[in-house]
């Protein structure tokens, strides 16, 4: 876009929109503070320097003018909150670039899930640009709304759905050189290709970096993150409310600033209880300078380098040409923001939005008025064969998503094995509901956190299918129930009685409520769960990620159990112990 247009406003001939004046602002060109006024003409700084002059004359002699901060991974569905509740919560925050992986709801939704994001971010006073879902379905253990192939990737970048490809999760599917997933990459070769690769390493990530992957936000440990900042990858530093892996990476930062150039801070995943407890990309401003990482280098993670990262080279820092998306801070070590602009229009001061956004319409997405049949209790028992002497359990661990495959003697009643709160043995059921079969598969969880009742989810990573885990038969009938009454959410039962419910209708992942109602019903869950031994937001986060057939070992689909370290599907009932 030409800006020839603004040149009488730069050269100082016409007043401009705007002046923020006694601005002390963070030059991230020169990695210092400066003192000048900076100059906005149609949401484009103009110049920088005195002598402006303006239609309004804003005093920013109360803080520090930053650029608006950039989120550069995250998943948006997890917050529970639509684009437009997510955008009014976090833009008083000071964000104002978000690129979201709307994976979620392509495997709910399909591609009409992913044009739905779309829409519904348009017109907010926050960018959200989307990464084409790469891996719908993760695996062939899952179900899908649809397969969302190279063709469908190639139409959405094509159509301006999506700017760039989301994580690239199948990263065996690169380096041992499947067809499907290098057609994937092949089509977004000229877009940025974001990376997904936990403990790739050597010729495997070399193999890897082969498909034209350039970043990654899964690194846990500062030896793995070196390897790929070695390797010519981006580092995307990630602290969300599930993995929070900043304070094991900061002090490469802290030992090496010029990193900074090369990493940057991401969520992945938040909560709306994370975002009110320490904000959002500010709140990672605020940690990695508490690690020792200075200050500008932090700054800087969350705005120049994500821009440059993704191409974005109108914005990320206070210069002429740029966009007026800044924020105005009380400190960078405290990063508490005190007014937000976009374009040059204050839409947030003192941590509210100043824009009245209207709810999202979910109506044109597809199978949301589905109804799922669901299990009656005779369908939830597991009989037992005269051979069946054992049965495998997922084995769950507290605040892991990583799971062991346990082979246990069943608790039998009436000839089927049951769940037993005496051996915290509890049953788990997955109900097929994108392409509306209602096929049901049963399984178990050792020290999964419940001592009664169930819990019911349509929030089940990746494929979300309605997740249920209960200490008895009745109660998961009626969490399931309610379930698919609601078309999704989230349910604590304990016997005939549904004690607190969430309904989630945008794809079954997302409510229509506003972060502070969204945090009541949340609370109402939390409590319902604990009164039942589940301690409920960690639980409920837990259980999301049992059906993740990508992520080792045992999980439980709507097509049965798989271990991916270990073939693949793998039976419920055993005659005999498997040798080791």
Same mark, same amino acid.
């Given at each position: ?26 030059? %991230?060109?020169?990695? !210092? ?7 906005? =003409? $149609?949401?484009? @700084?103009? #110049?920088?320097?005195? *002598? ?123 380096? %041992?050189?499947?067809? !499907? ?7 977004? =070769? $000229?877009?940025? @290709?974001? #990376?997904?690769?936990? *403990? ?142 976009? #374009? ?237």
């Amino acid at each position: 876009m030409s800006l020839k247009n603004l040149l009488p406003y730069a050269m100082k001939e016409k007043p401009c929109d705007a002046v923020f004046t006694n601005a002390e602002f963070a030059n %991230l060109y020169t990695m !210092e503070i400066e003192r000048a006024d900076v100059a906005v =003409k $149609d949401g484009i @700084i103009v #110049g920088i320097g005195e *002598g402006y002059e303006a239609a309004e004359y804003i005093d920013c002699s109360d803080g520090l003018l930053v650029p608006g901060f950039i989120e550069g991974h995250m998943h948006v569905e997890s917050t529970m909150m639509t684009p437009r509740a997510f955008a009014a919560a976090a833009v008083p925050h000071g964000t104002s670039t978000v690129m979201a992986d709307p994976h979620e709801i392509a495997n709910t939704c399909g591609m009409e899930g992913v044009r739905f994001m779309k829409r519904e971010s348009e017109g907010l006073p926050l960018d959200i640009f989307y990464g084409a879902p790469s891996c719908v379905p993760a695996s062939c253990f899952e179900t899908p709304f649809e397969e969302i192939t190279a063709e469908g990737i190639a139409e959405l970048l094509a159509d301006g759905t999506c700017t760039h490809l989301g994580e690239m999760m199948n990263f065996p599917g690169v380096y %041992l050189g499947d067809d !499907e997933v290098w057609k994937k990459l092949e089509v977004s =070769k $000229d877009t940025v @290709i974001t #990376g997904h690769a936990p *403990g790739v390493s050597g010729a495997q990530l070399s193999g890897y970096l082969l498909g034209g992957v350039t970043s990654d936000h899964e690194c846990s440990t500062r030896k793995e993150a070196l390897e790929k900042l070695r390797r010519g990858m981006h580092l995307m530093i990630r602290q969300g409310a599930a993995a929070r892996n900043l304070k094991d990476l900061a002090p490469l930062l802290a030992e090496d600033p010029r990193l900074c150039v090369r990493c940057l801070a991401v969520s992945d995943d938040i909560t709306p209880a994370f975002m009110r407890e320490r904000g959002h990309m500010n709140g990672c401003v605020r940690e990695l300078i508490e690690c020792g990482v200075p200050p500008l280098a932090a700054l800087r993670t969350t705005t120049l380098t994500p821009a440059e990262y993704f191409r974005l080279y109108d914005r990320g820092a206070i210069a002429p040409g740029k966009r007026a998306d800044l924020a105005l801070v009380d400190s960078l070590e405290n990063c508490r923001v005190l007014c937000v602009w976009k #374009g040059g229009k204050l839409v947030a001061q003192d941590g509210k939005i100043l824009e009245n956004l209207a709810p999202a319409a979910v109506s044109e997405l597809p199978g949301i008025h589905k109804t799922v049949a669901t299990p009656t209790p005779d369908e939830l028992k597991i009989k037992l064969g005269p051979d069946d002497k054992y049965i495998n359990v997922i084995g769950v661990a507290p605040r892991q998503f990583t799971t062991e495959t346990l082979t246990l003697e069943p608790t039998v009643e009436g000839g089927c094995a049951c769940a037993d709160p005496s051996r915290r043995l509890a049953k788990m059921a997955v109900v097929e509901k994108n392409r509306g079969t209602g096929r049901l598969a049963l399984g178990f969880l050792q020290n999964f956190p419940i001592a009664r009742g169930a819990v019911a989810s349509s929030v089940a990573h990746d494929a979300h299918n309605y997740t249920c885990a209960g200490m008895d038969d009745l109660s998961m009938v009626t969490a399931l129930r309610e379930l698919a009454r609601m078309h999704g959410g989230v349910v604590v039962a304990d016997g005939d009685k549904v004690l607190a419910s969430l309904e989630l209708p945008a794809g079954g992942l997302m409510s229509l409520l506003g972060a502070d109602e969204l945090l009541e019903k949340l609370a109402e869950i939390r409590a319902a769960a604990e009164s039942i031994g589940c301690p409920g937001t960690e639980a409920m986060m837990q259980l999301s990620f049992m059906s993740l057939s990508v992520i080792p070992k045992l999980k439980l689909t709507d097509q049965g159990y798989c271990d991916i370290t270990a073939g693949g599907t793998q039976p419920l009932t055993l005659k005999d112990l498997p040798k080791k």
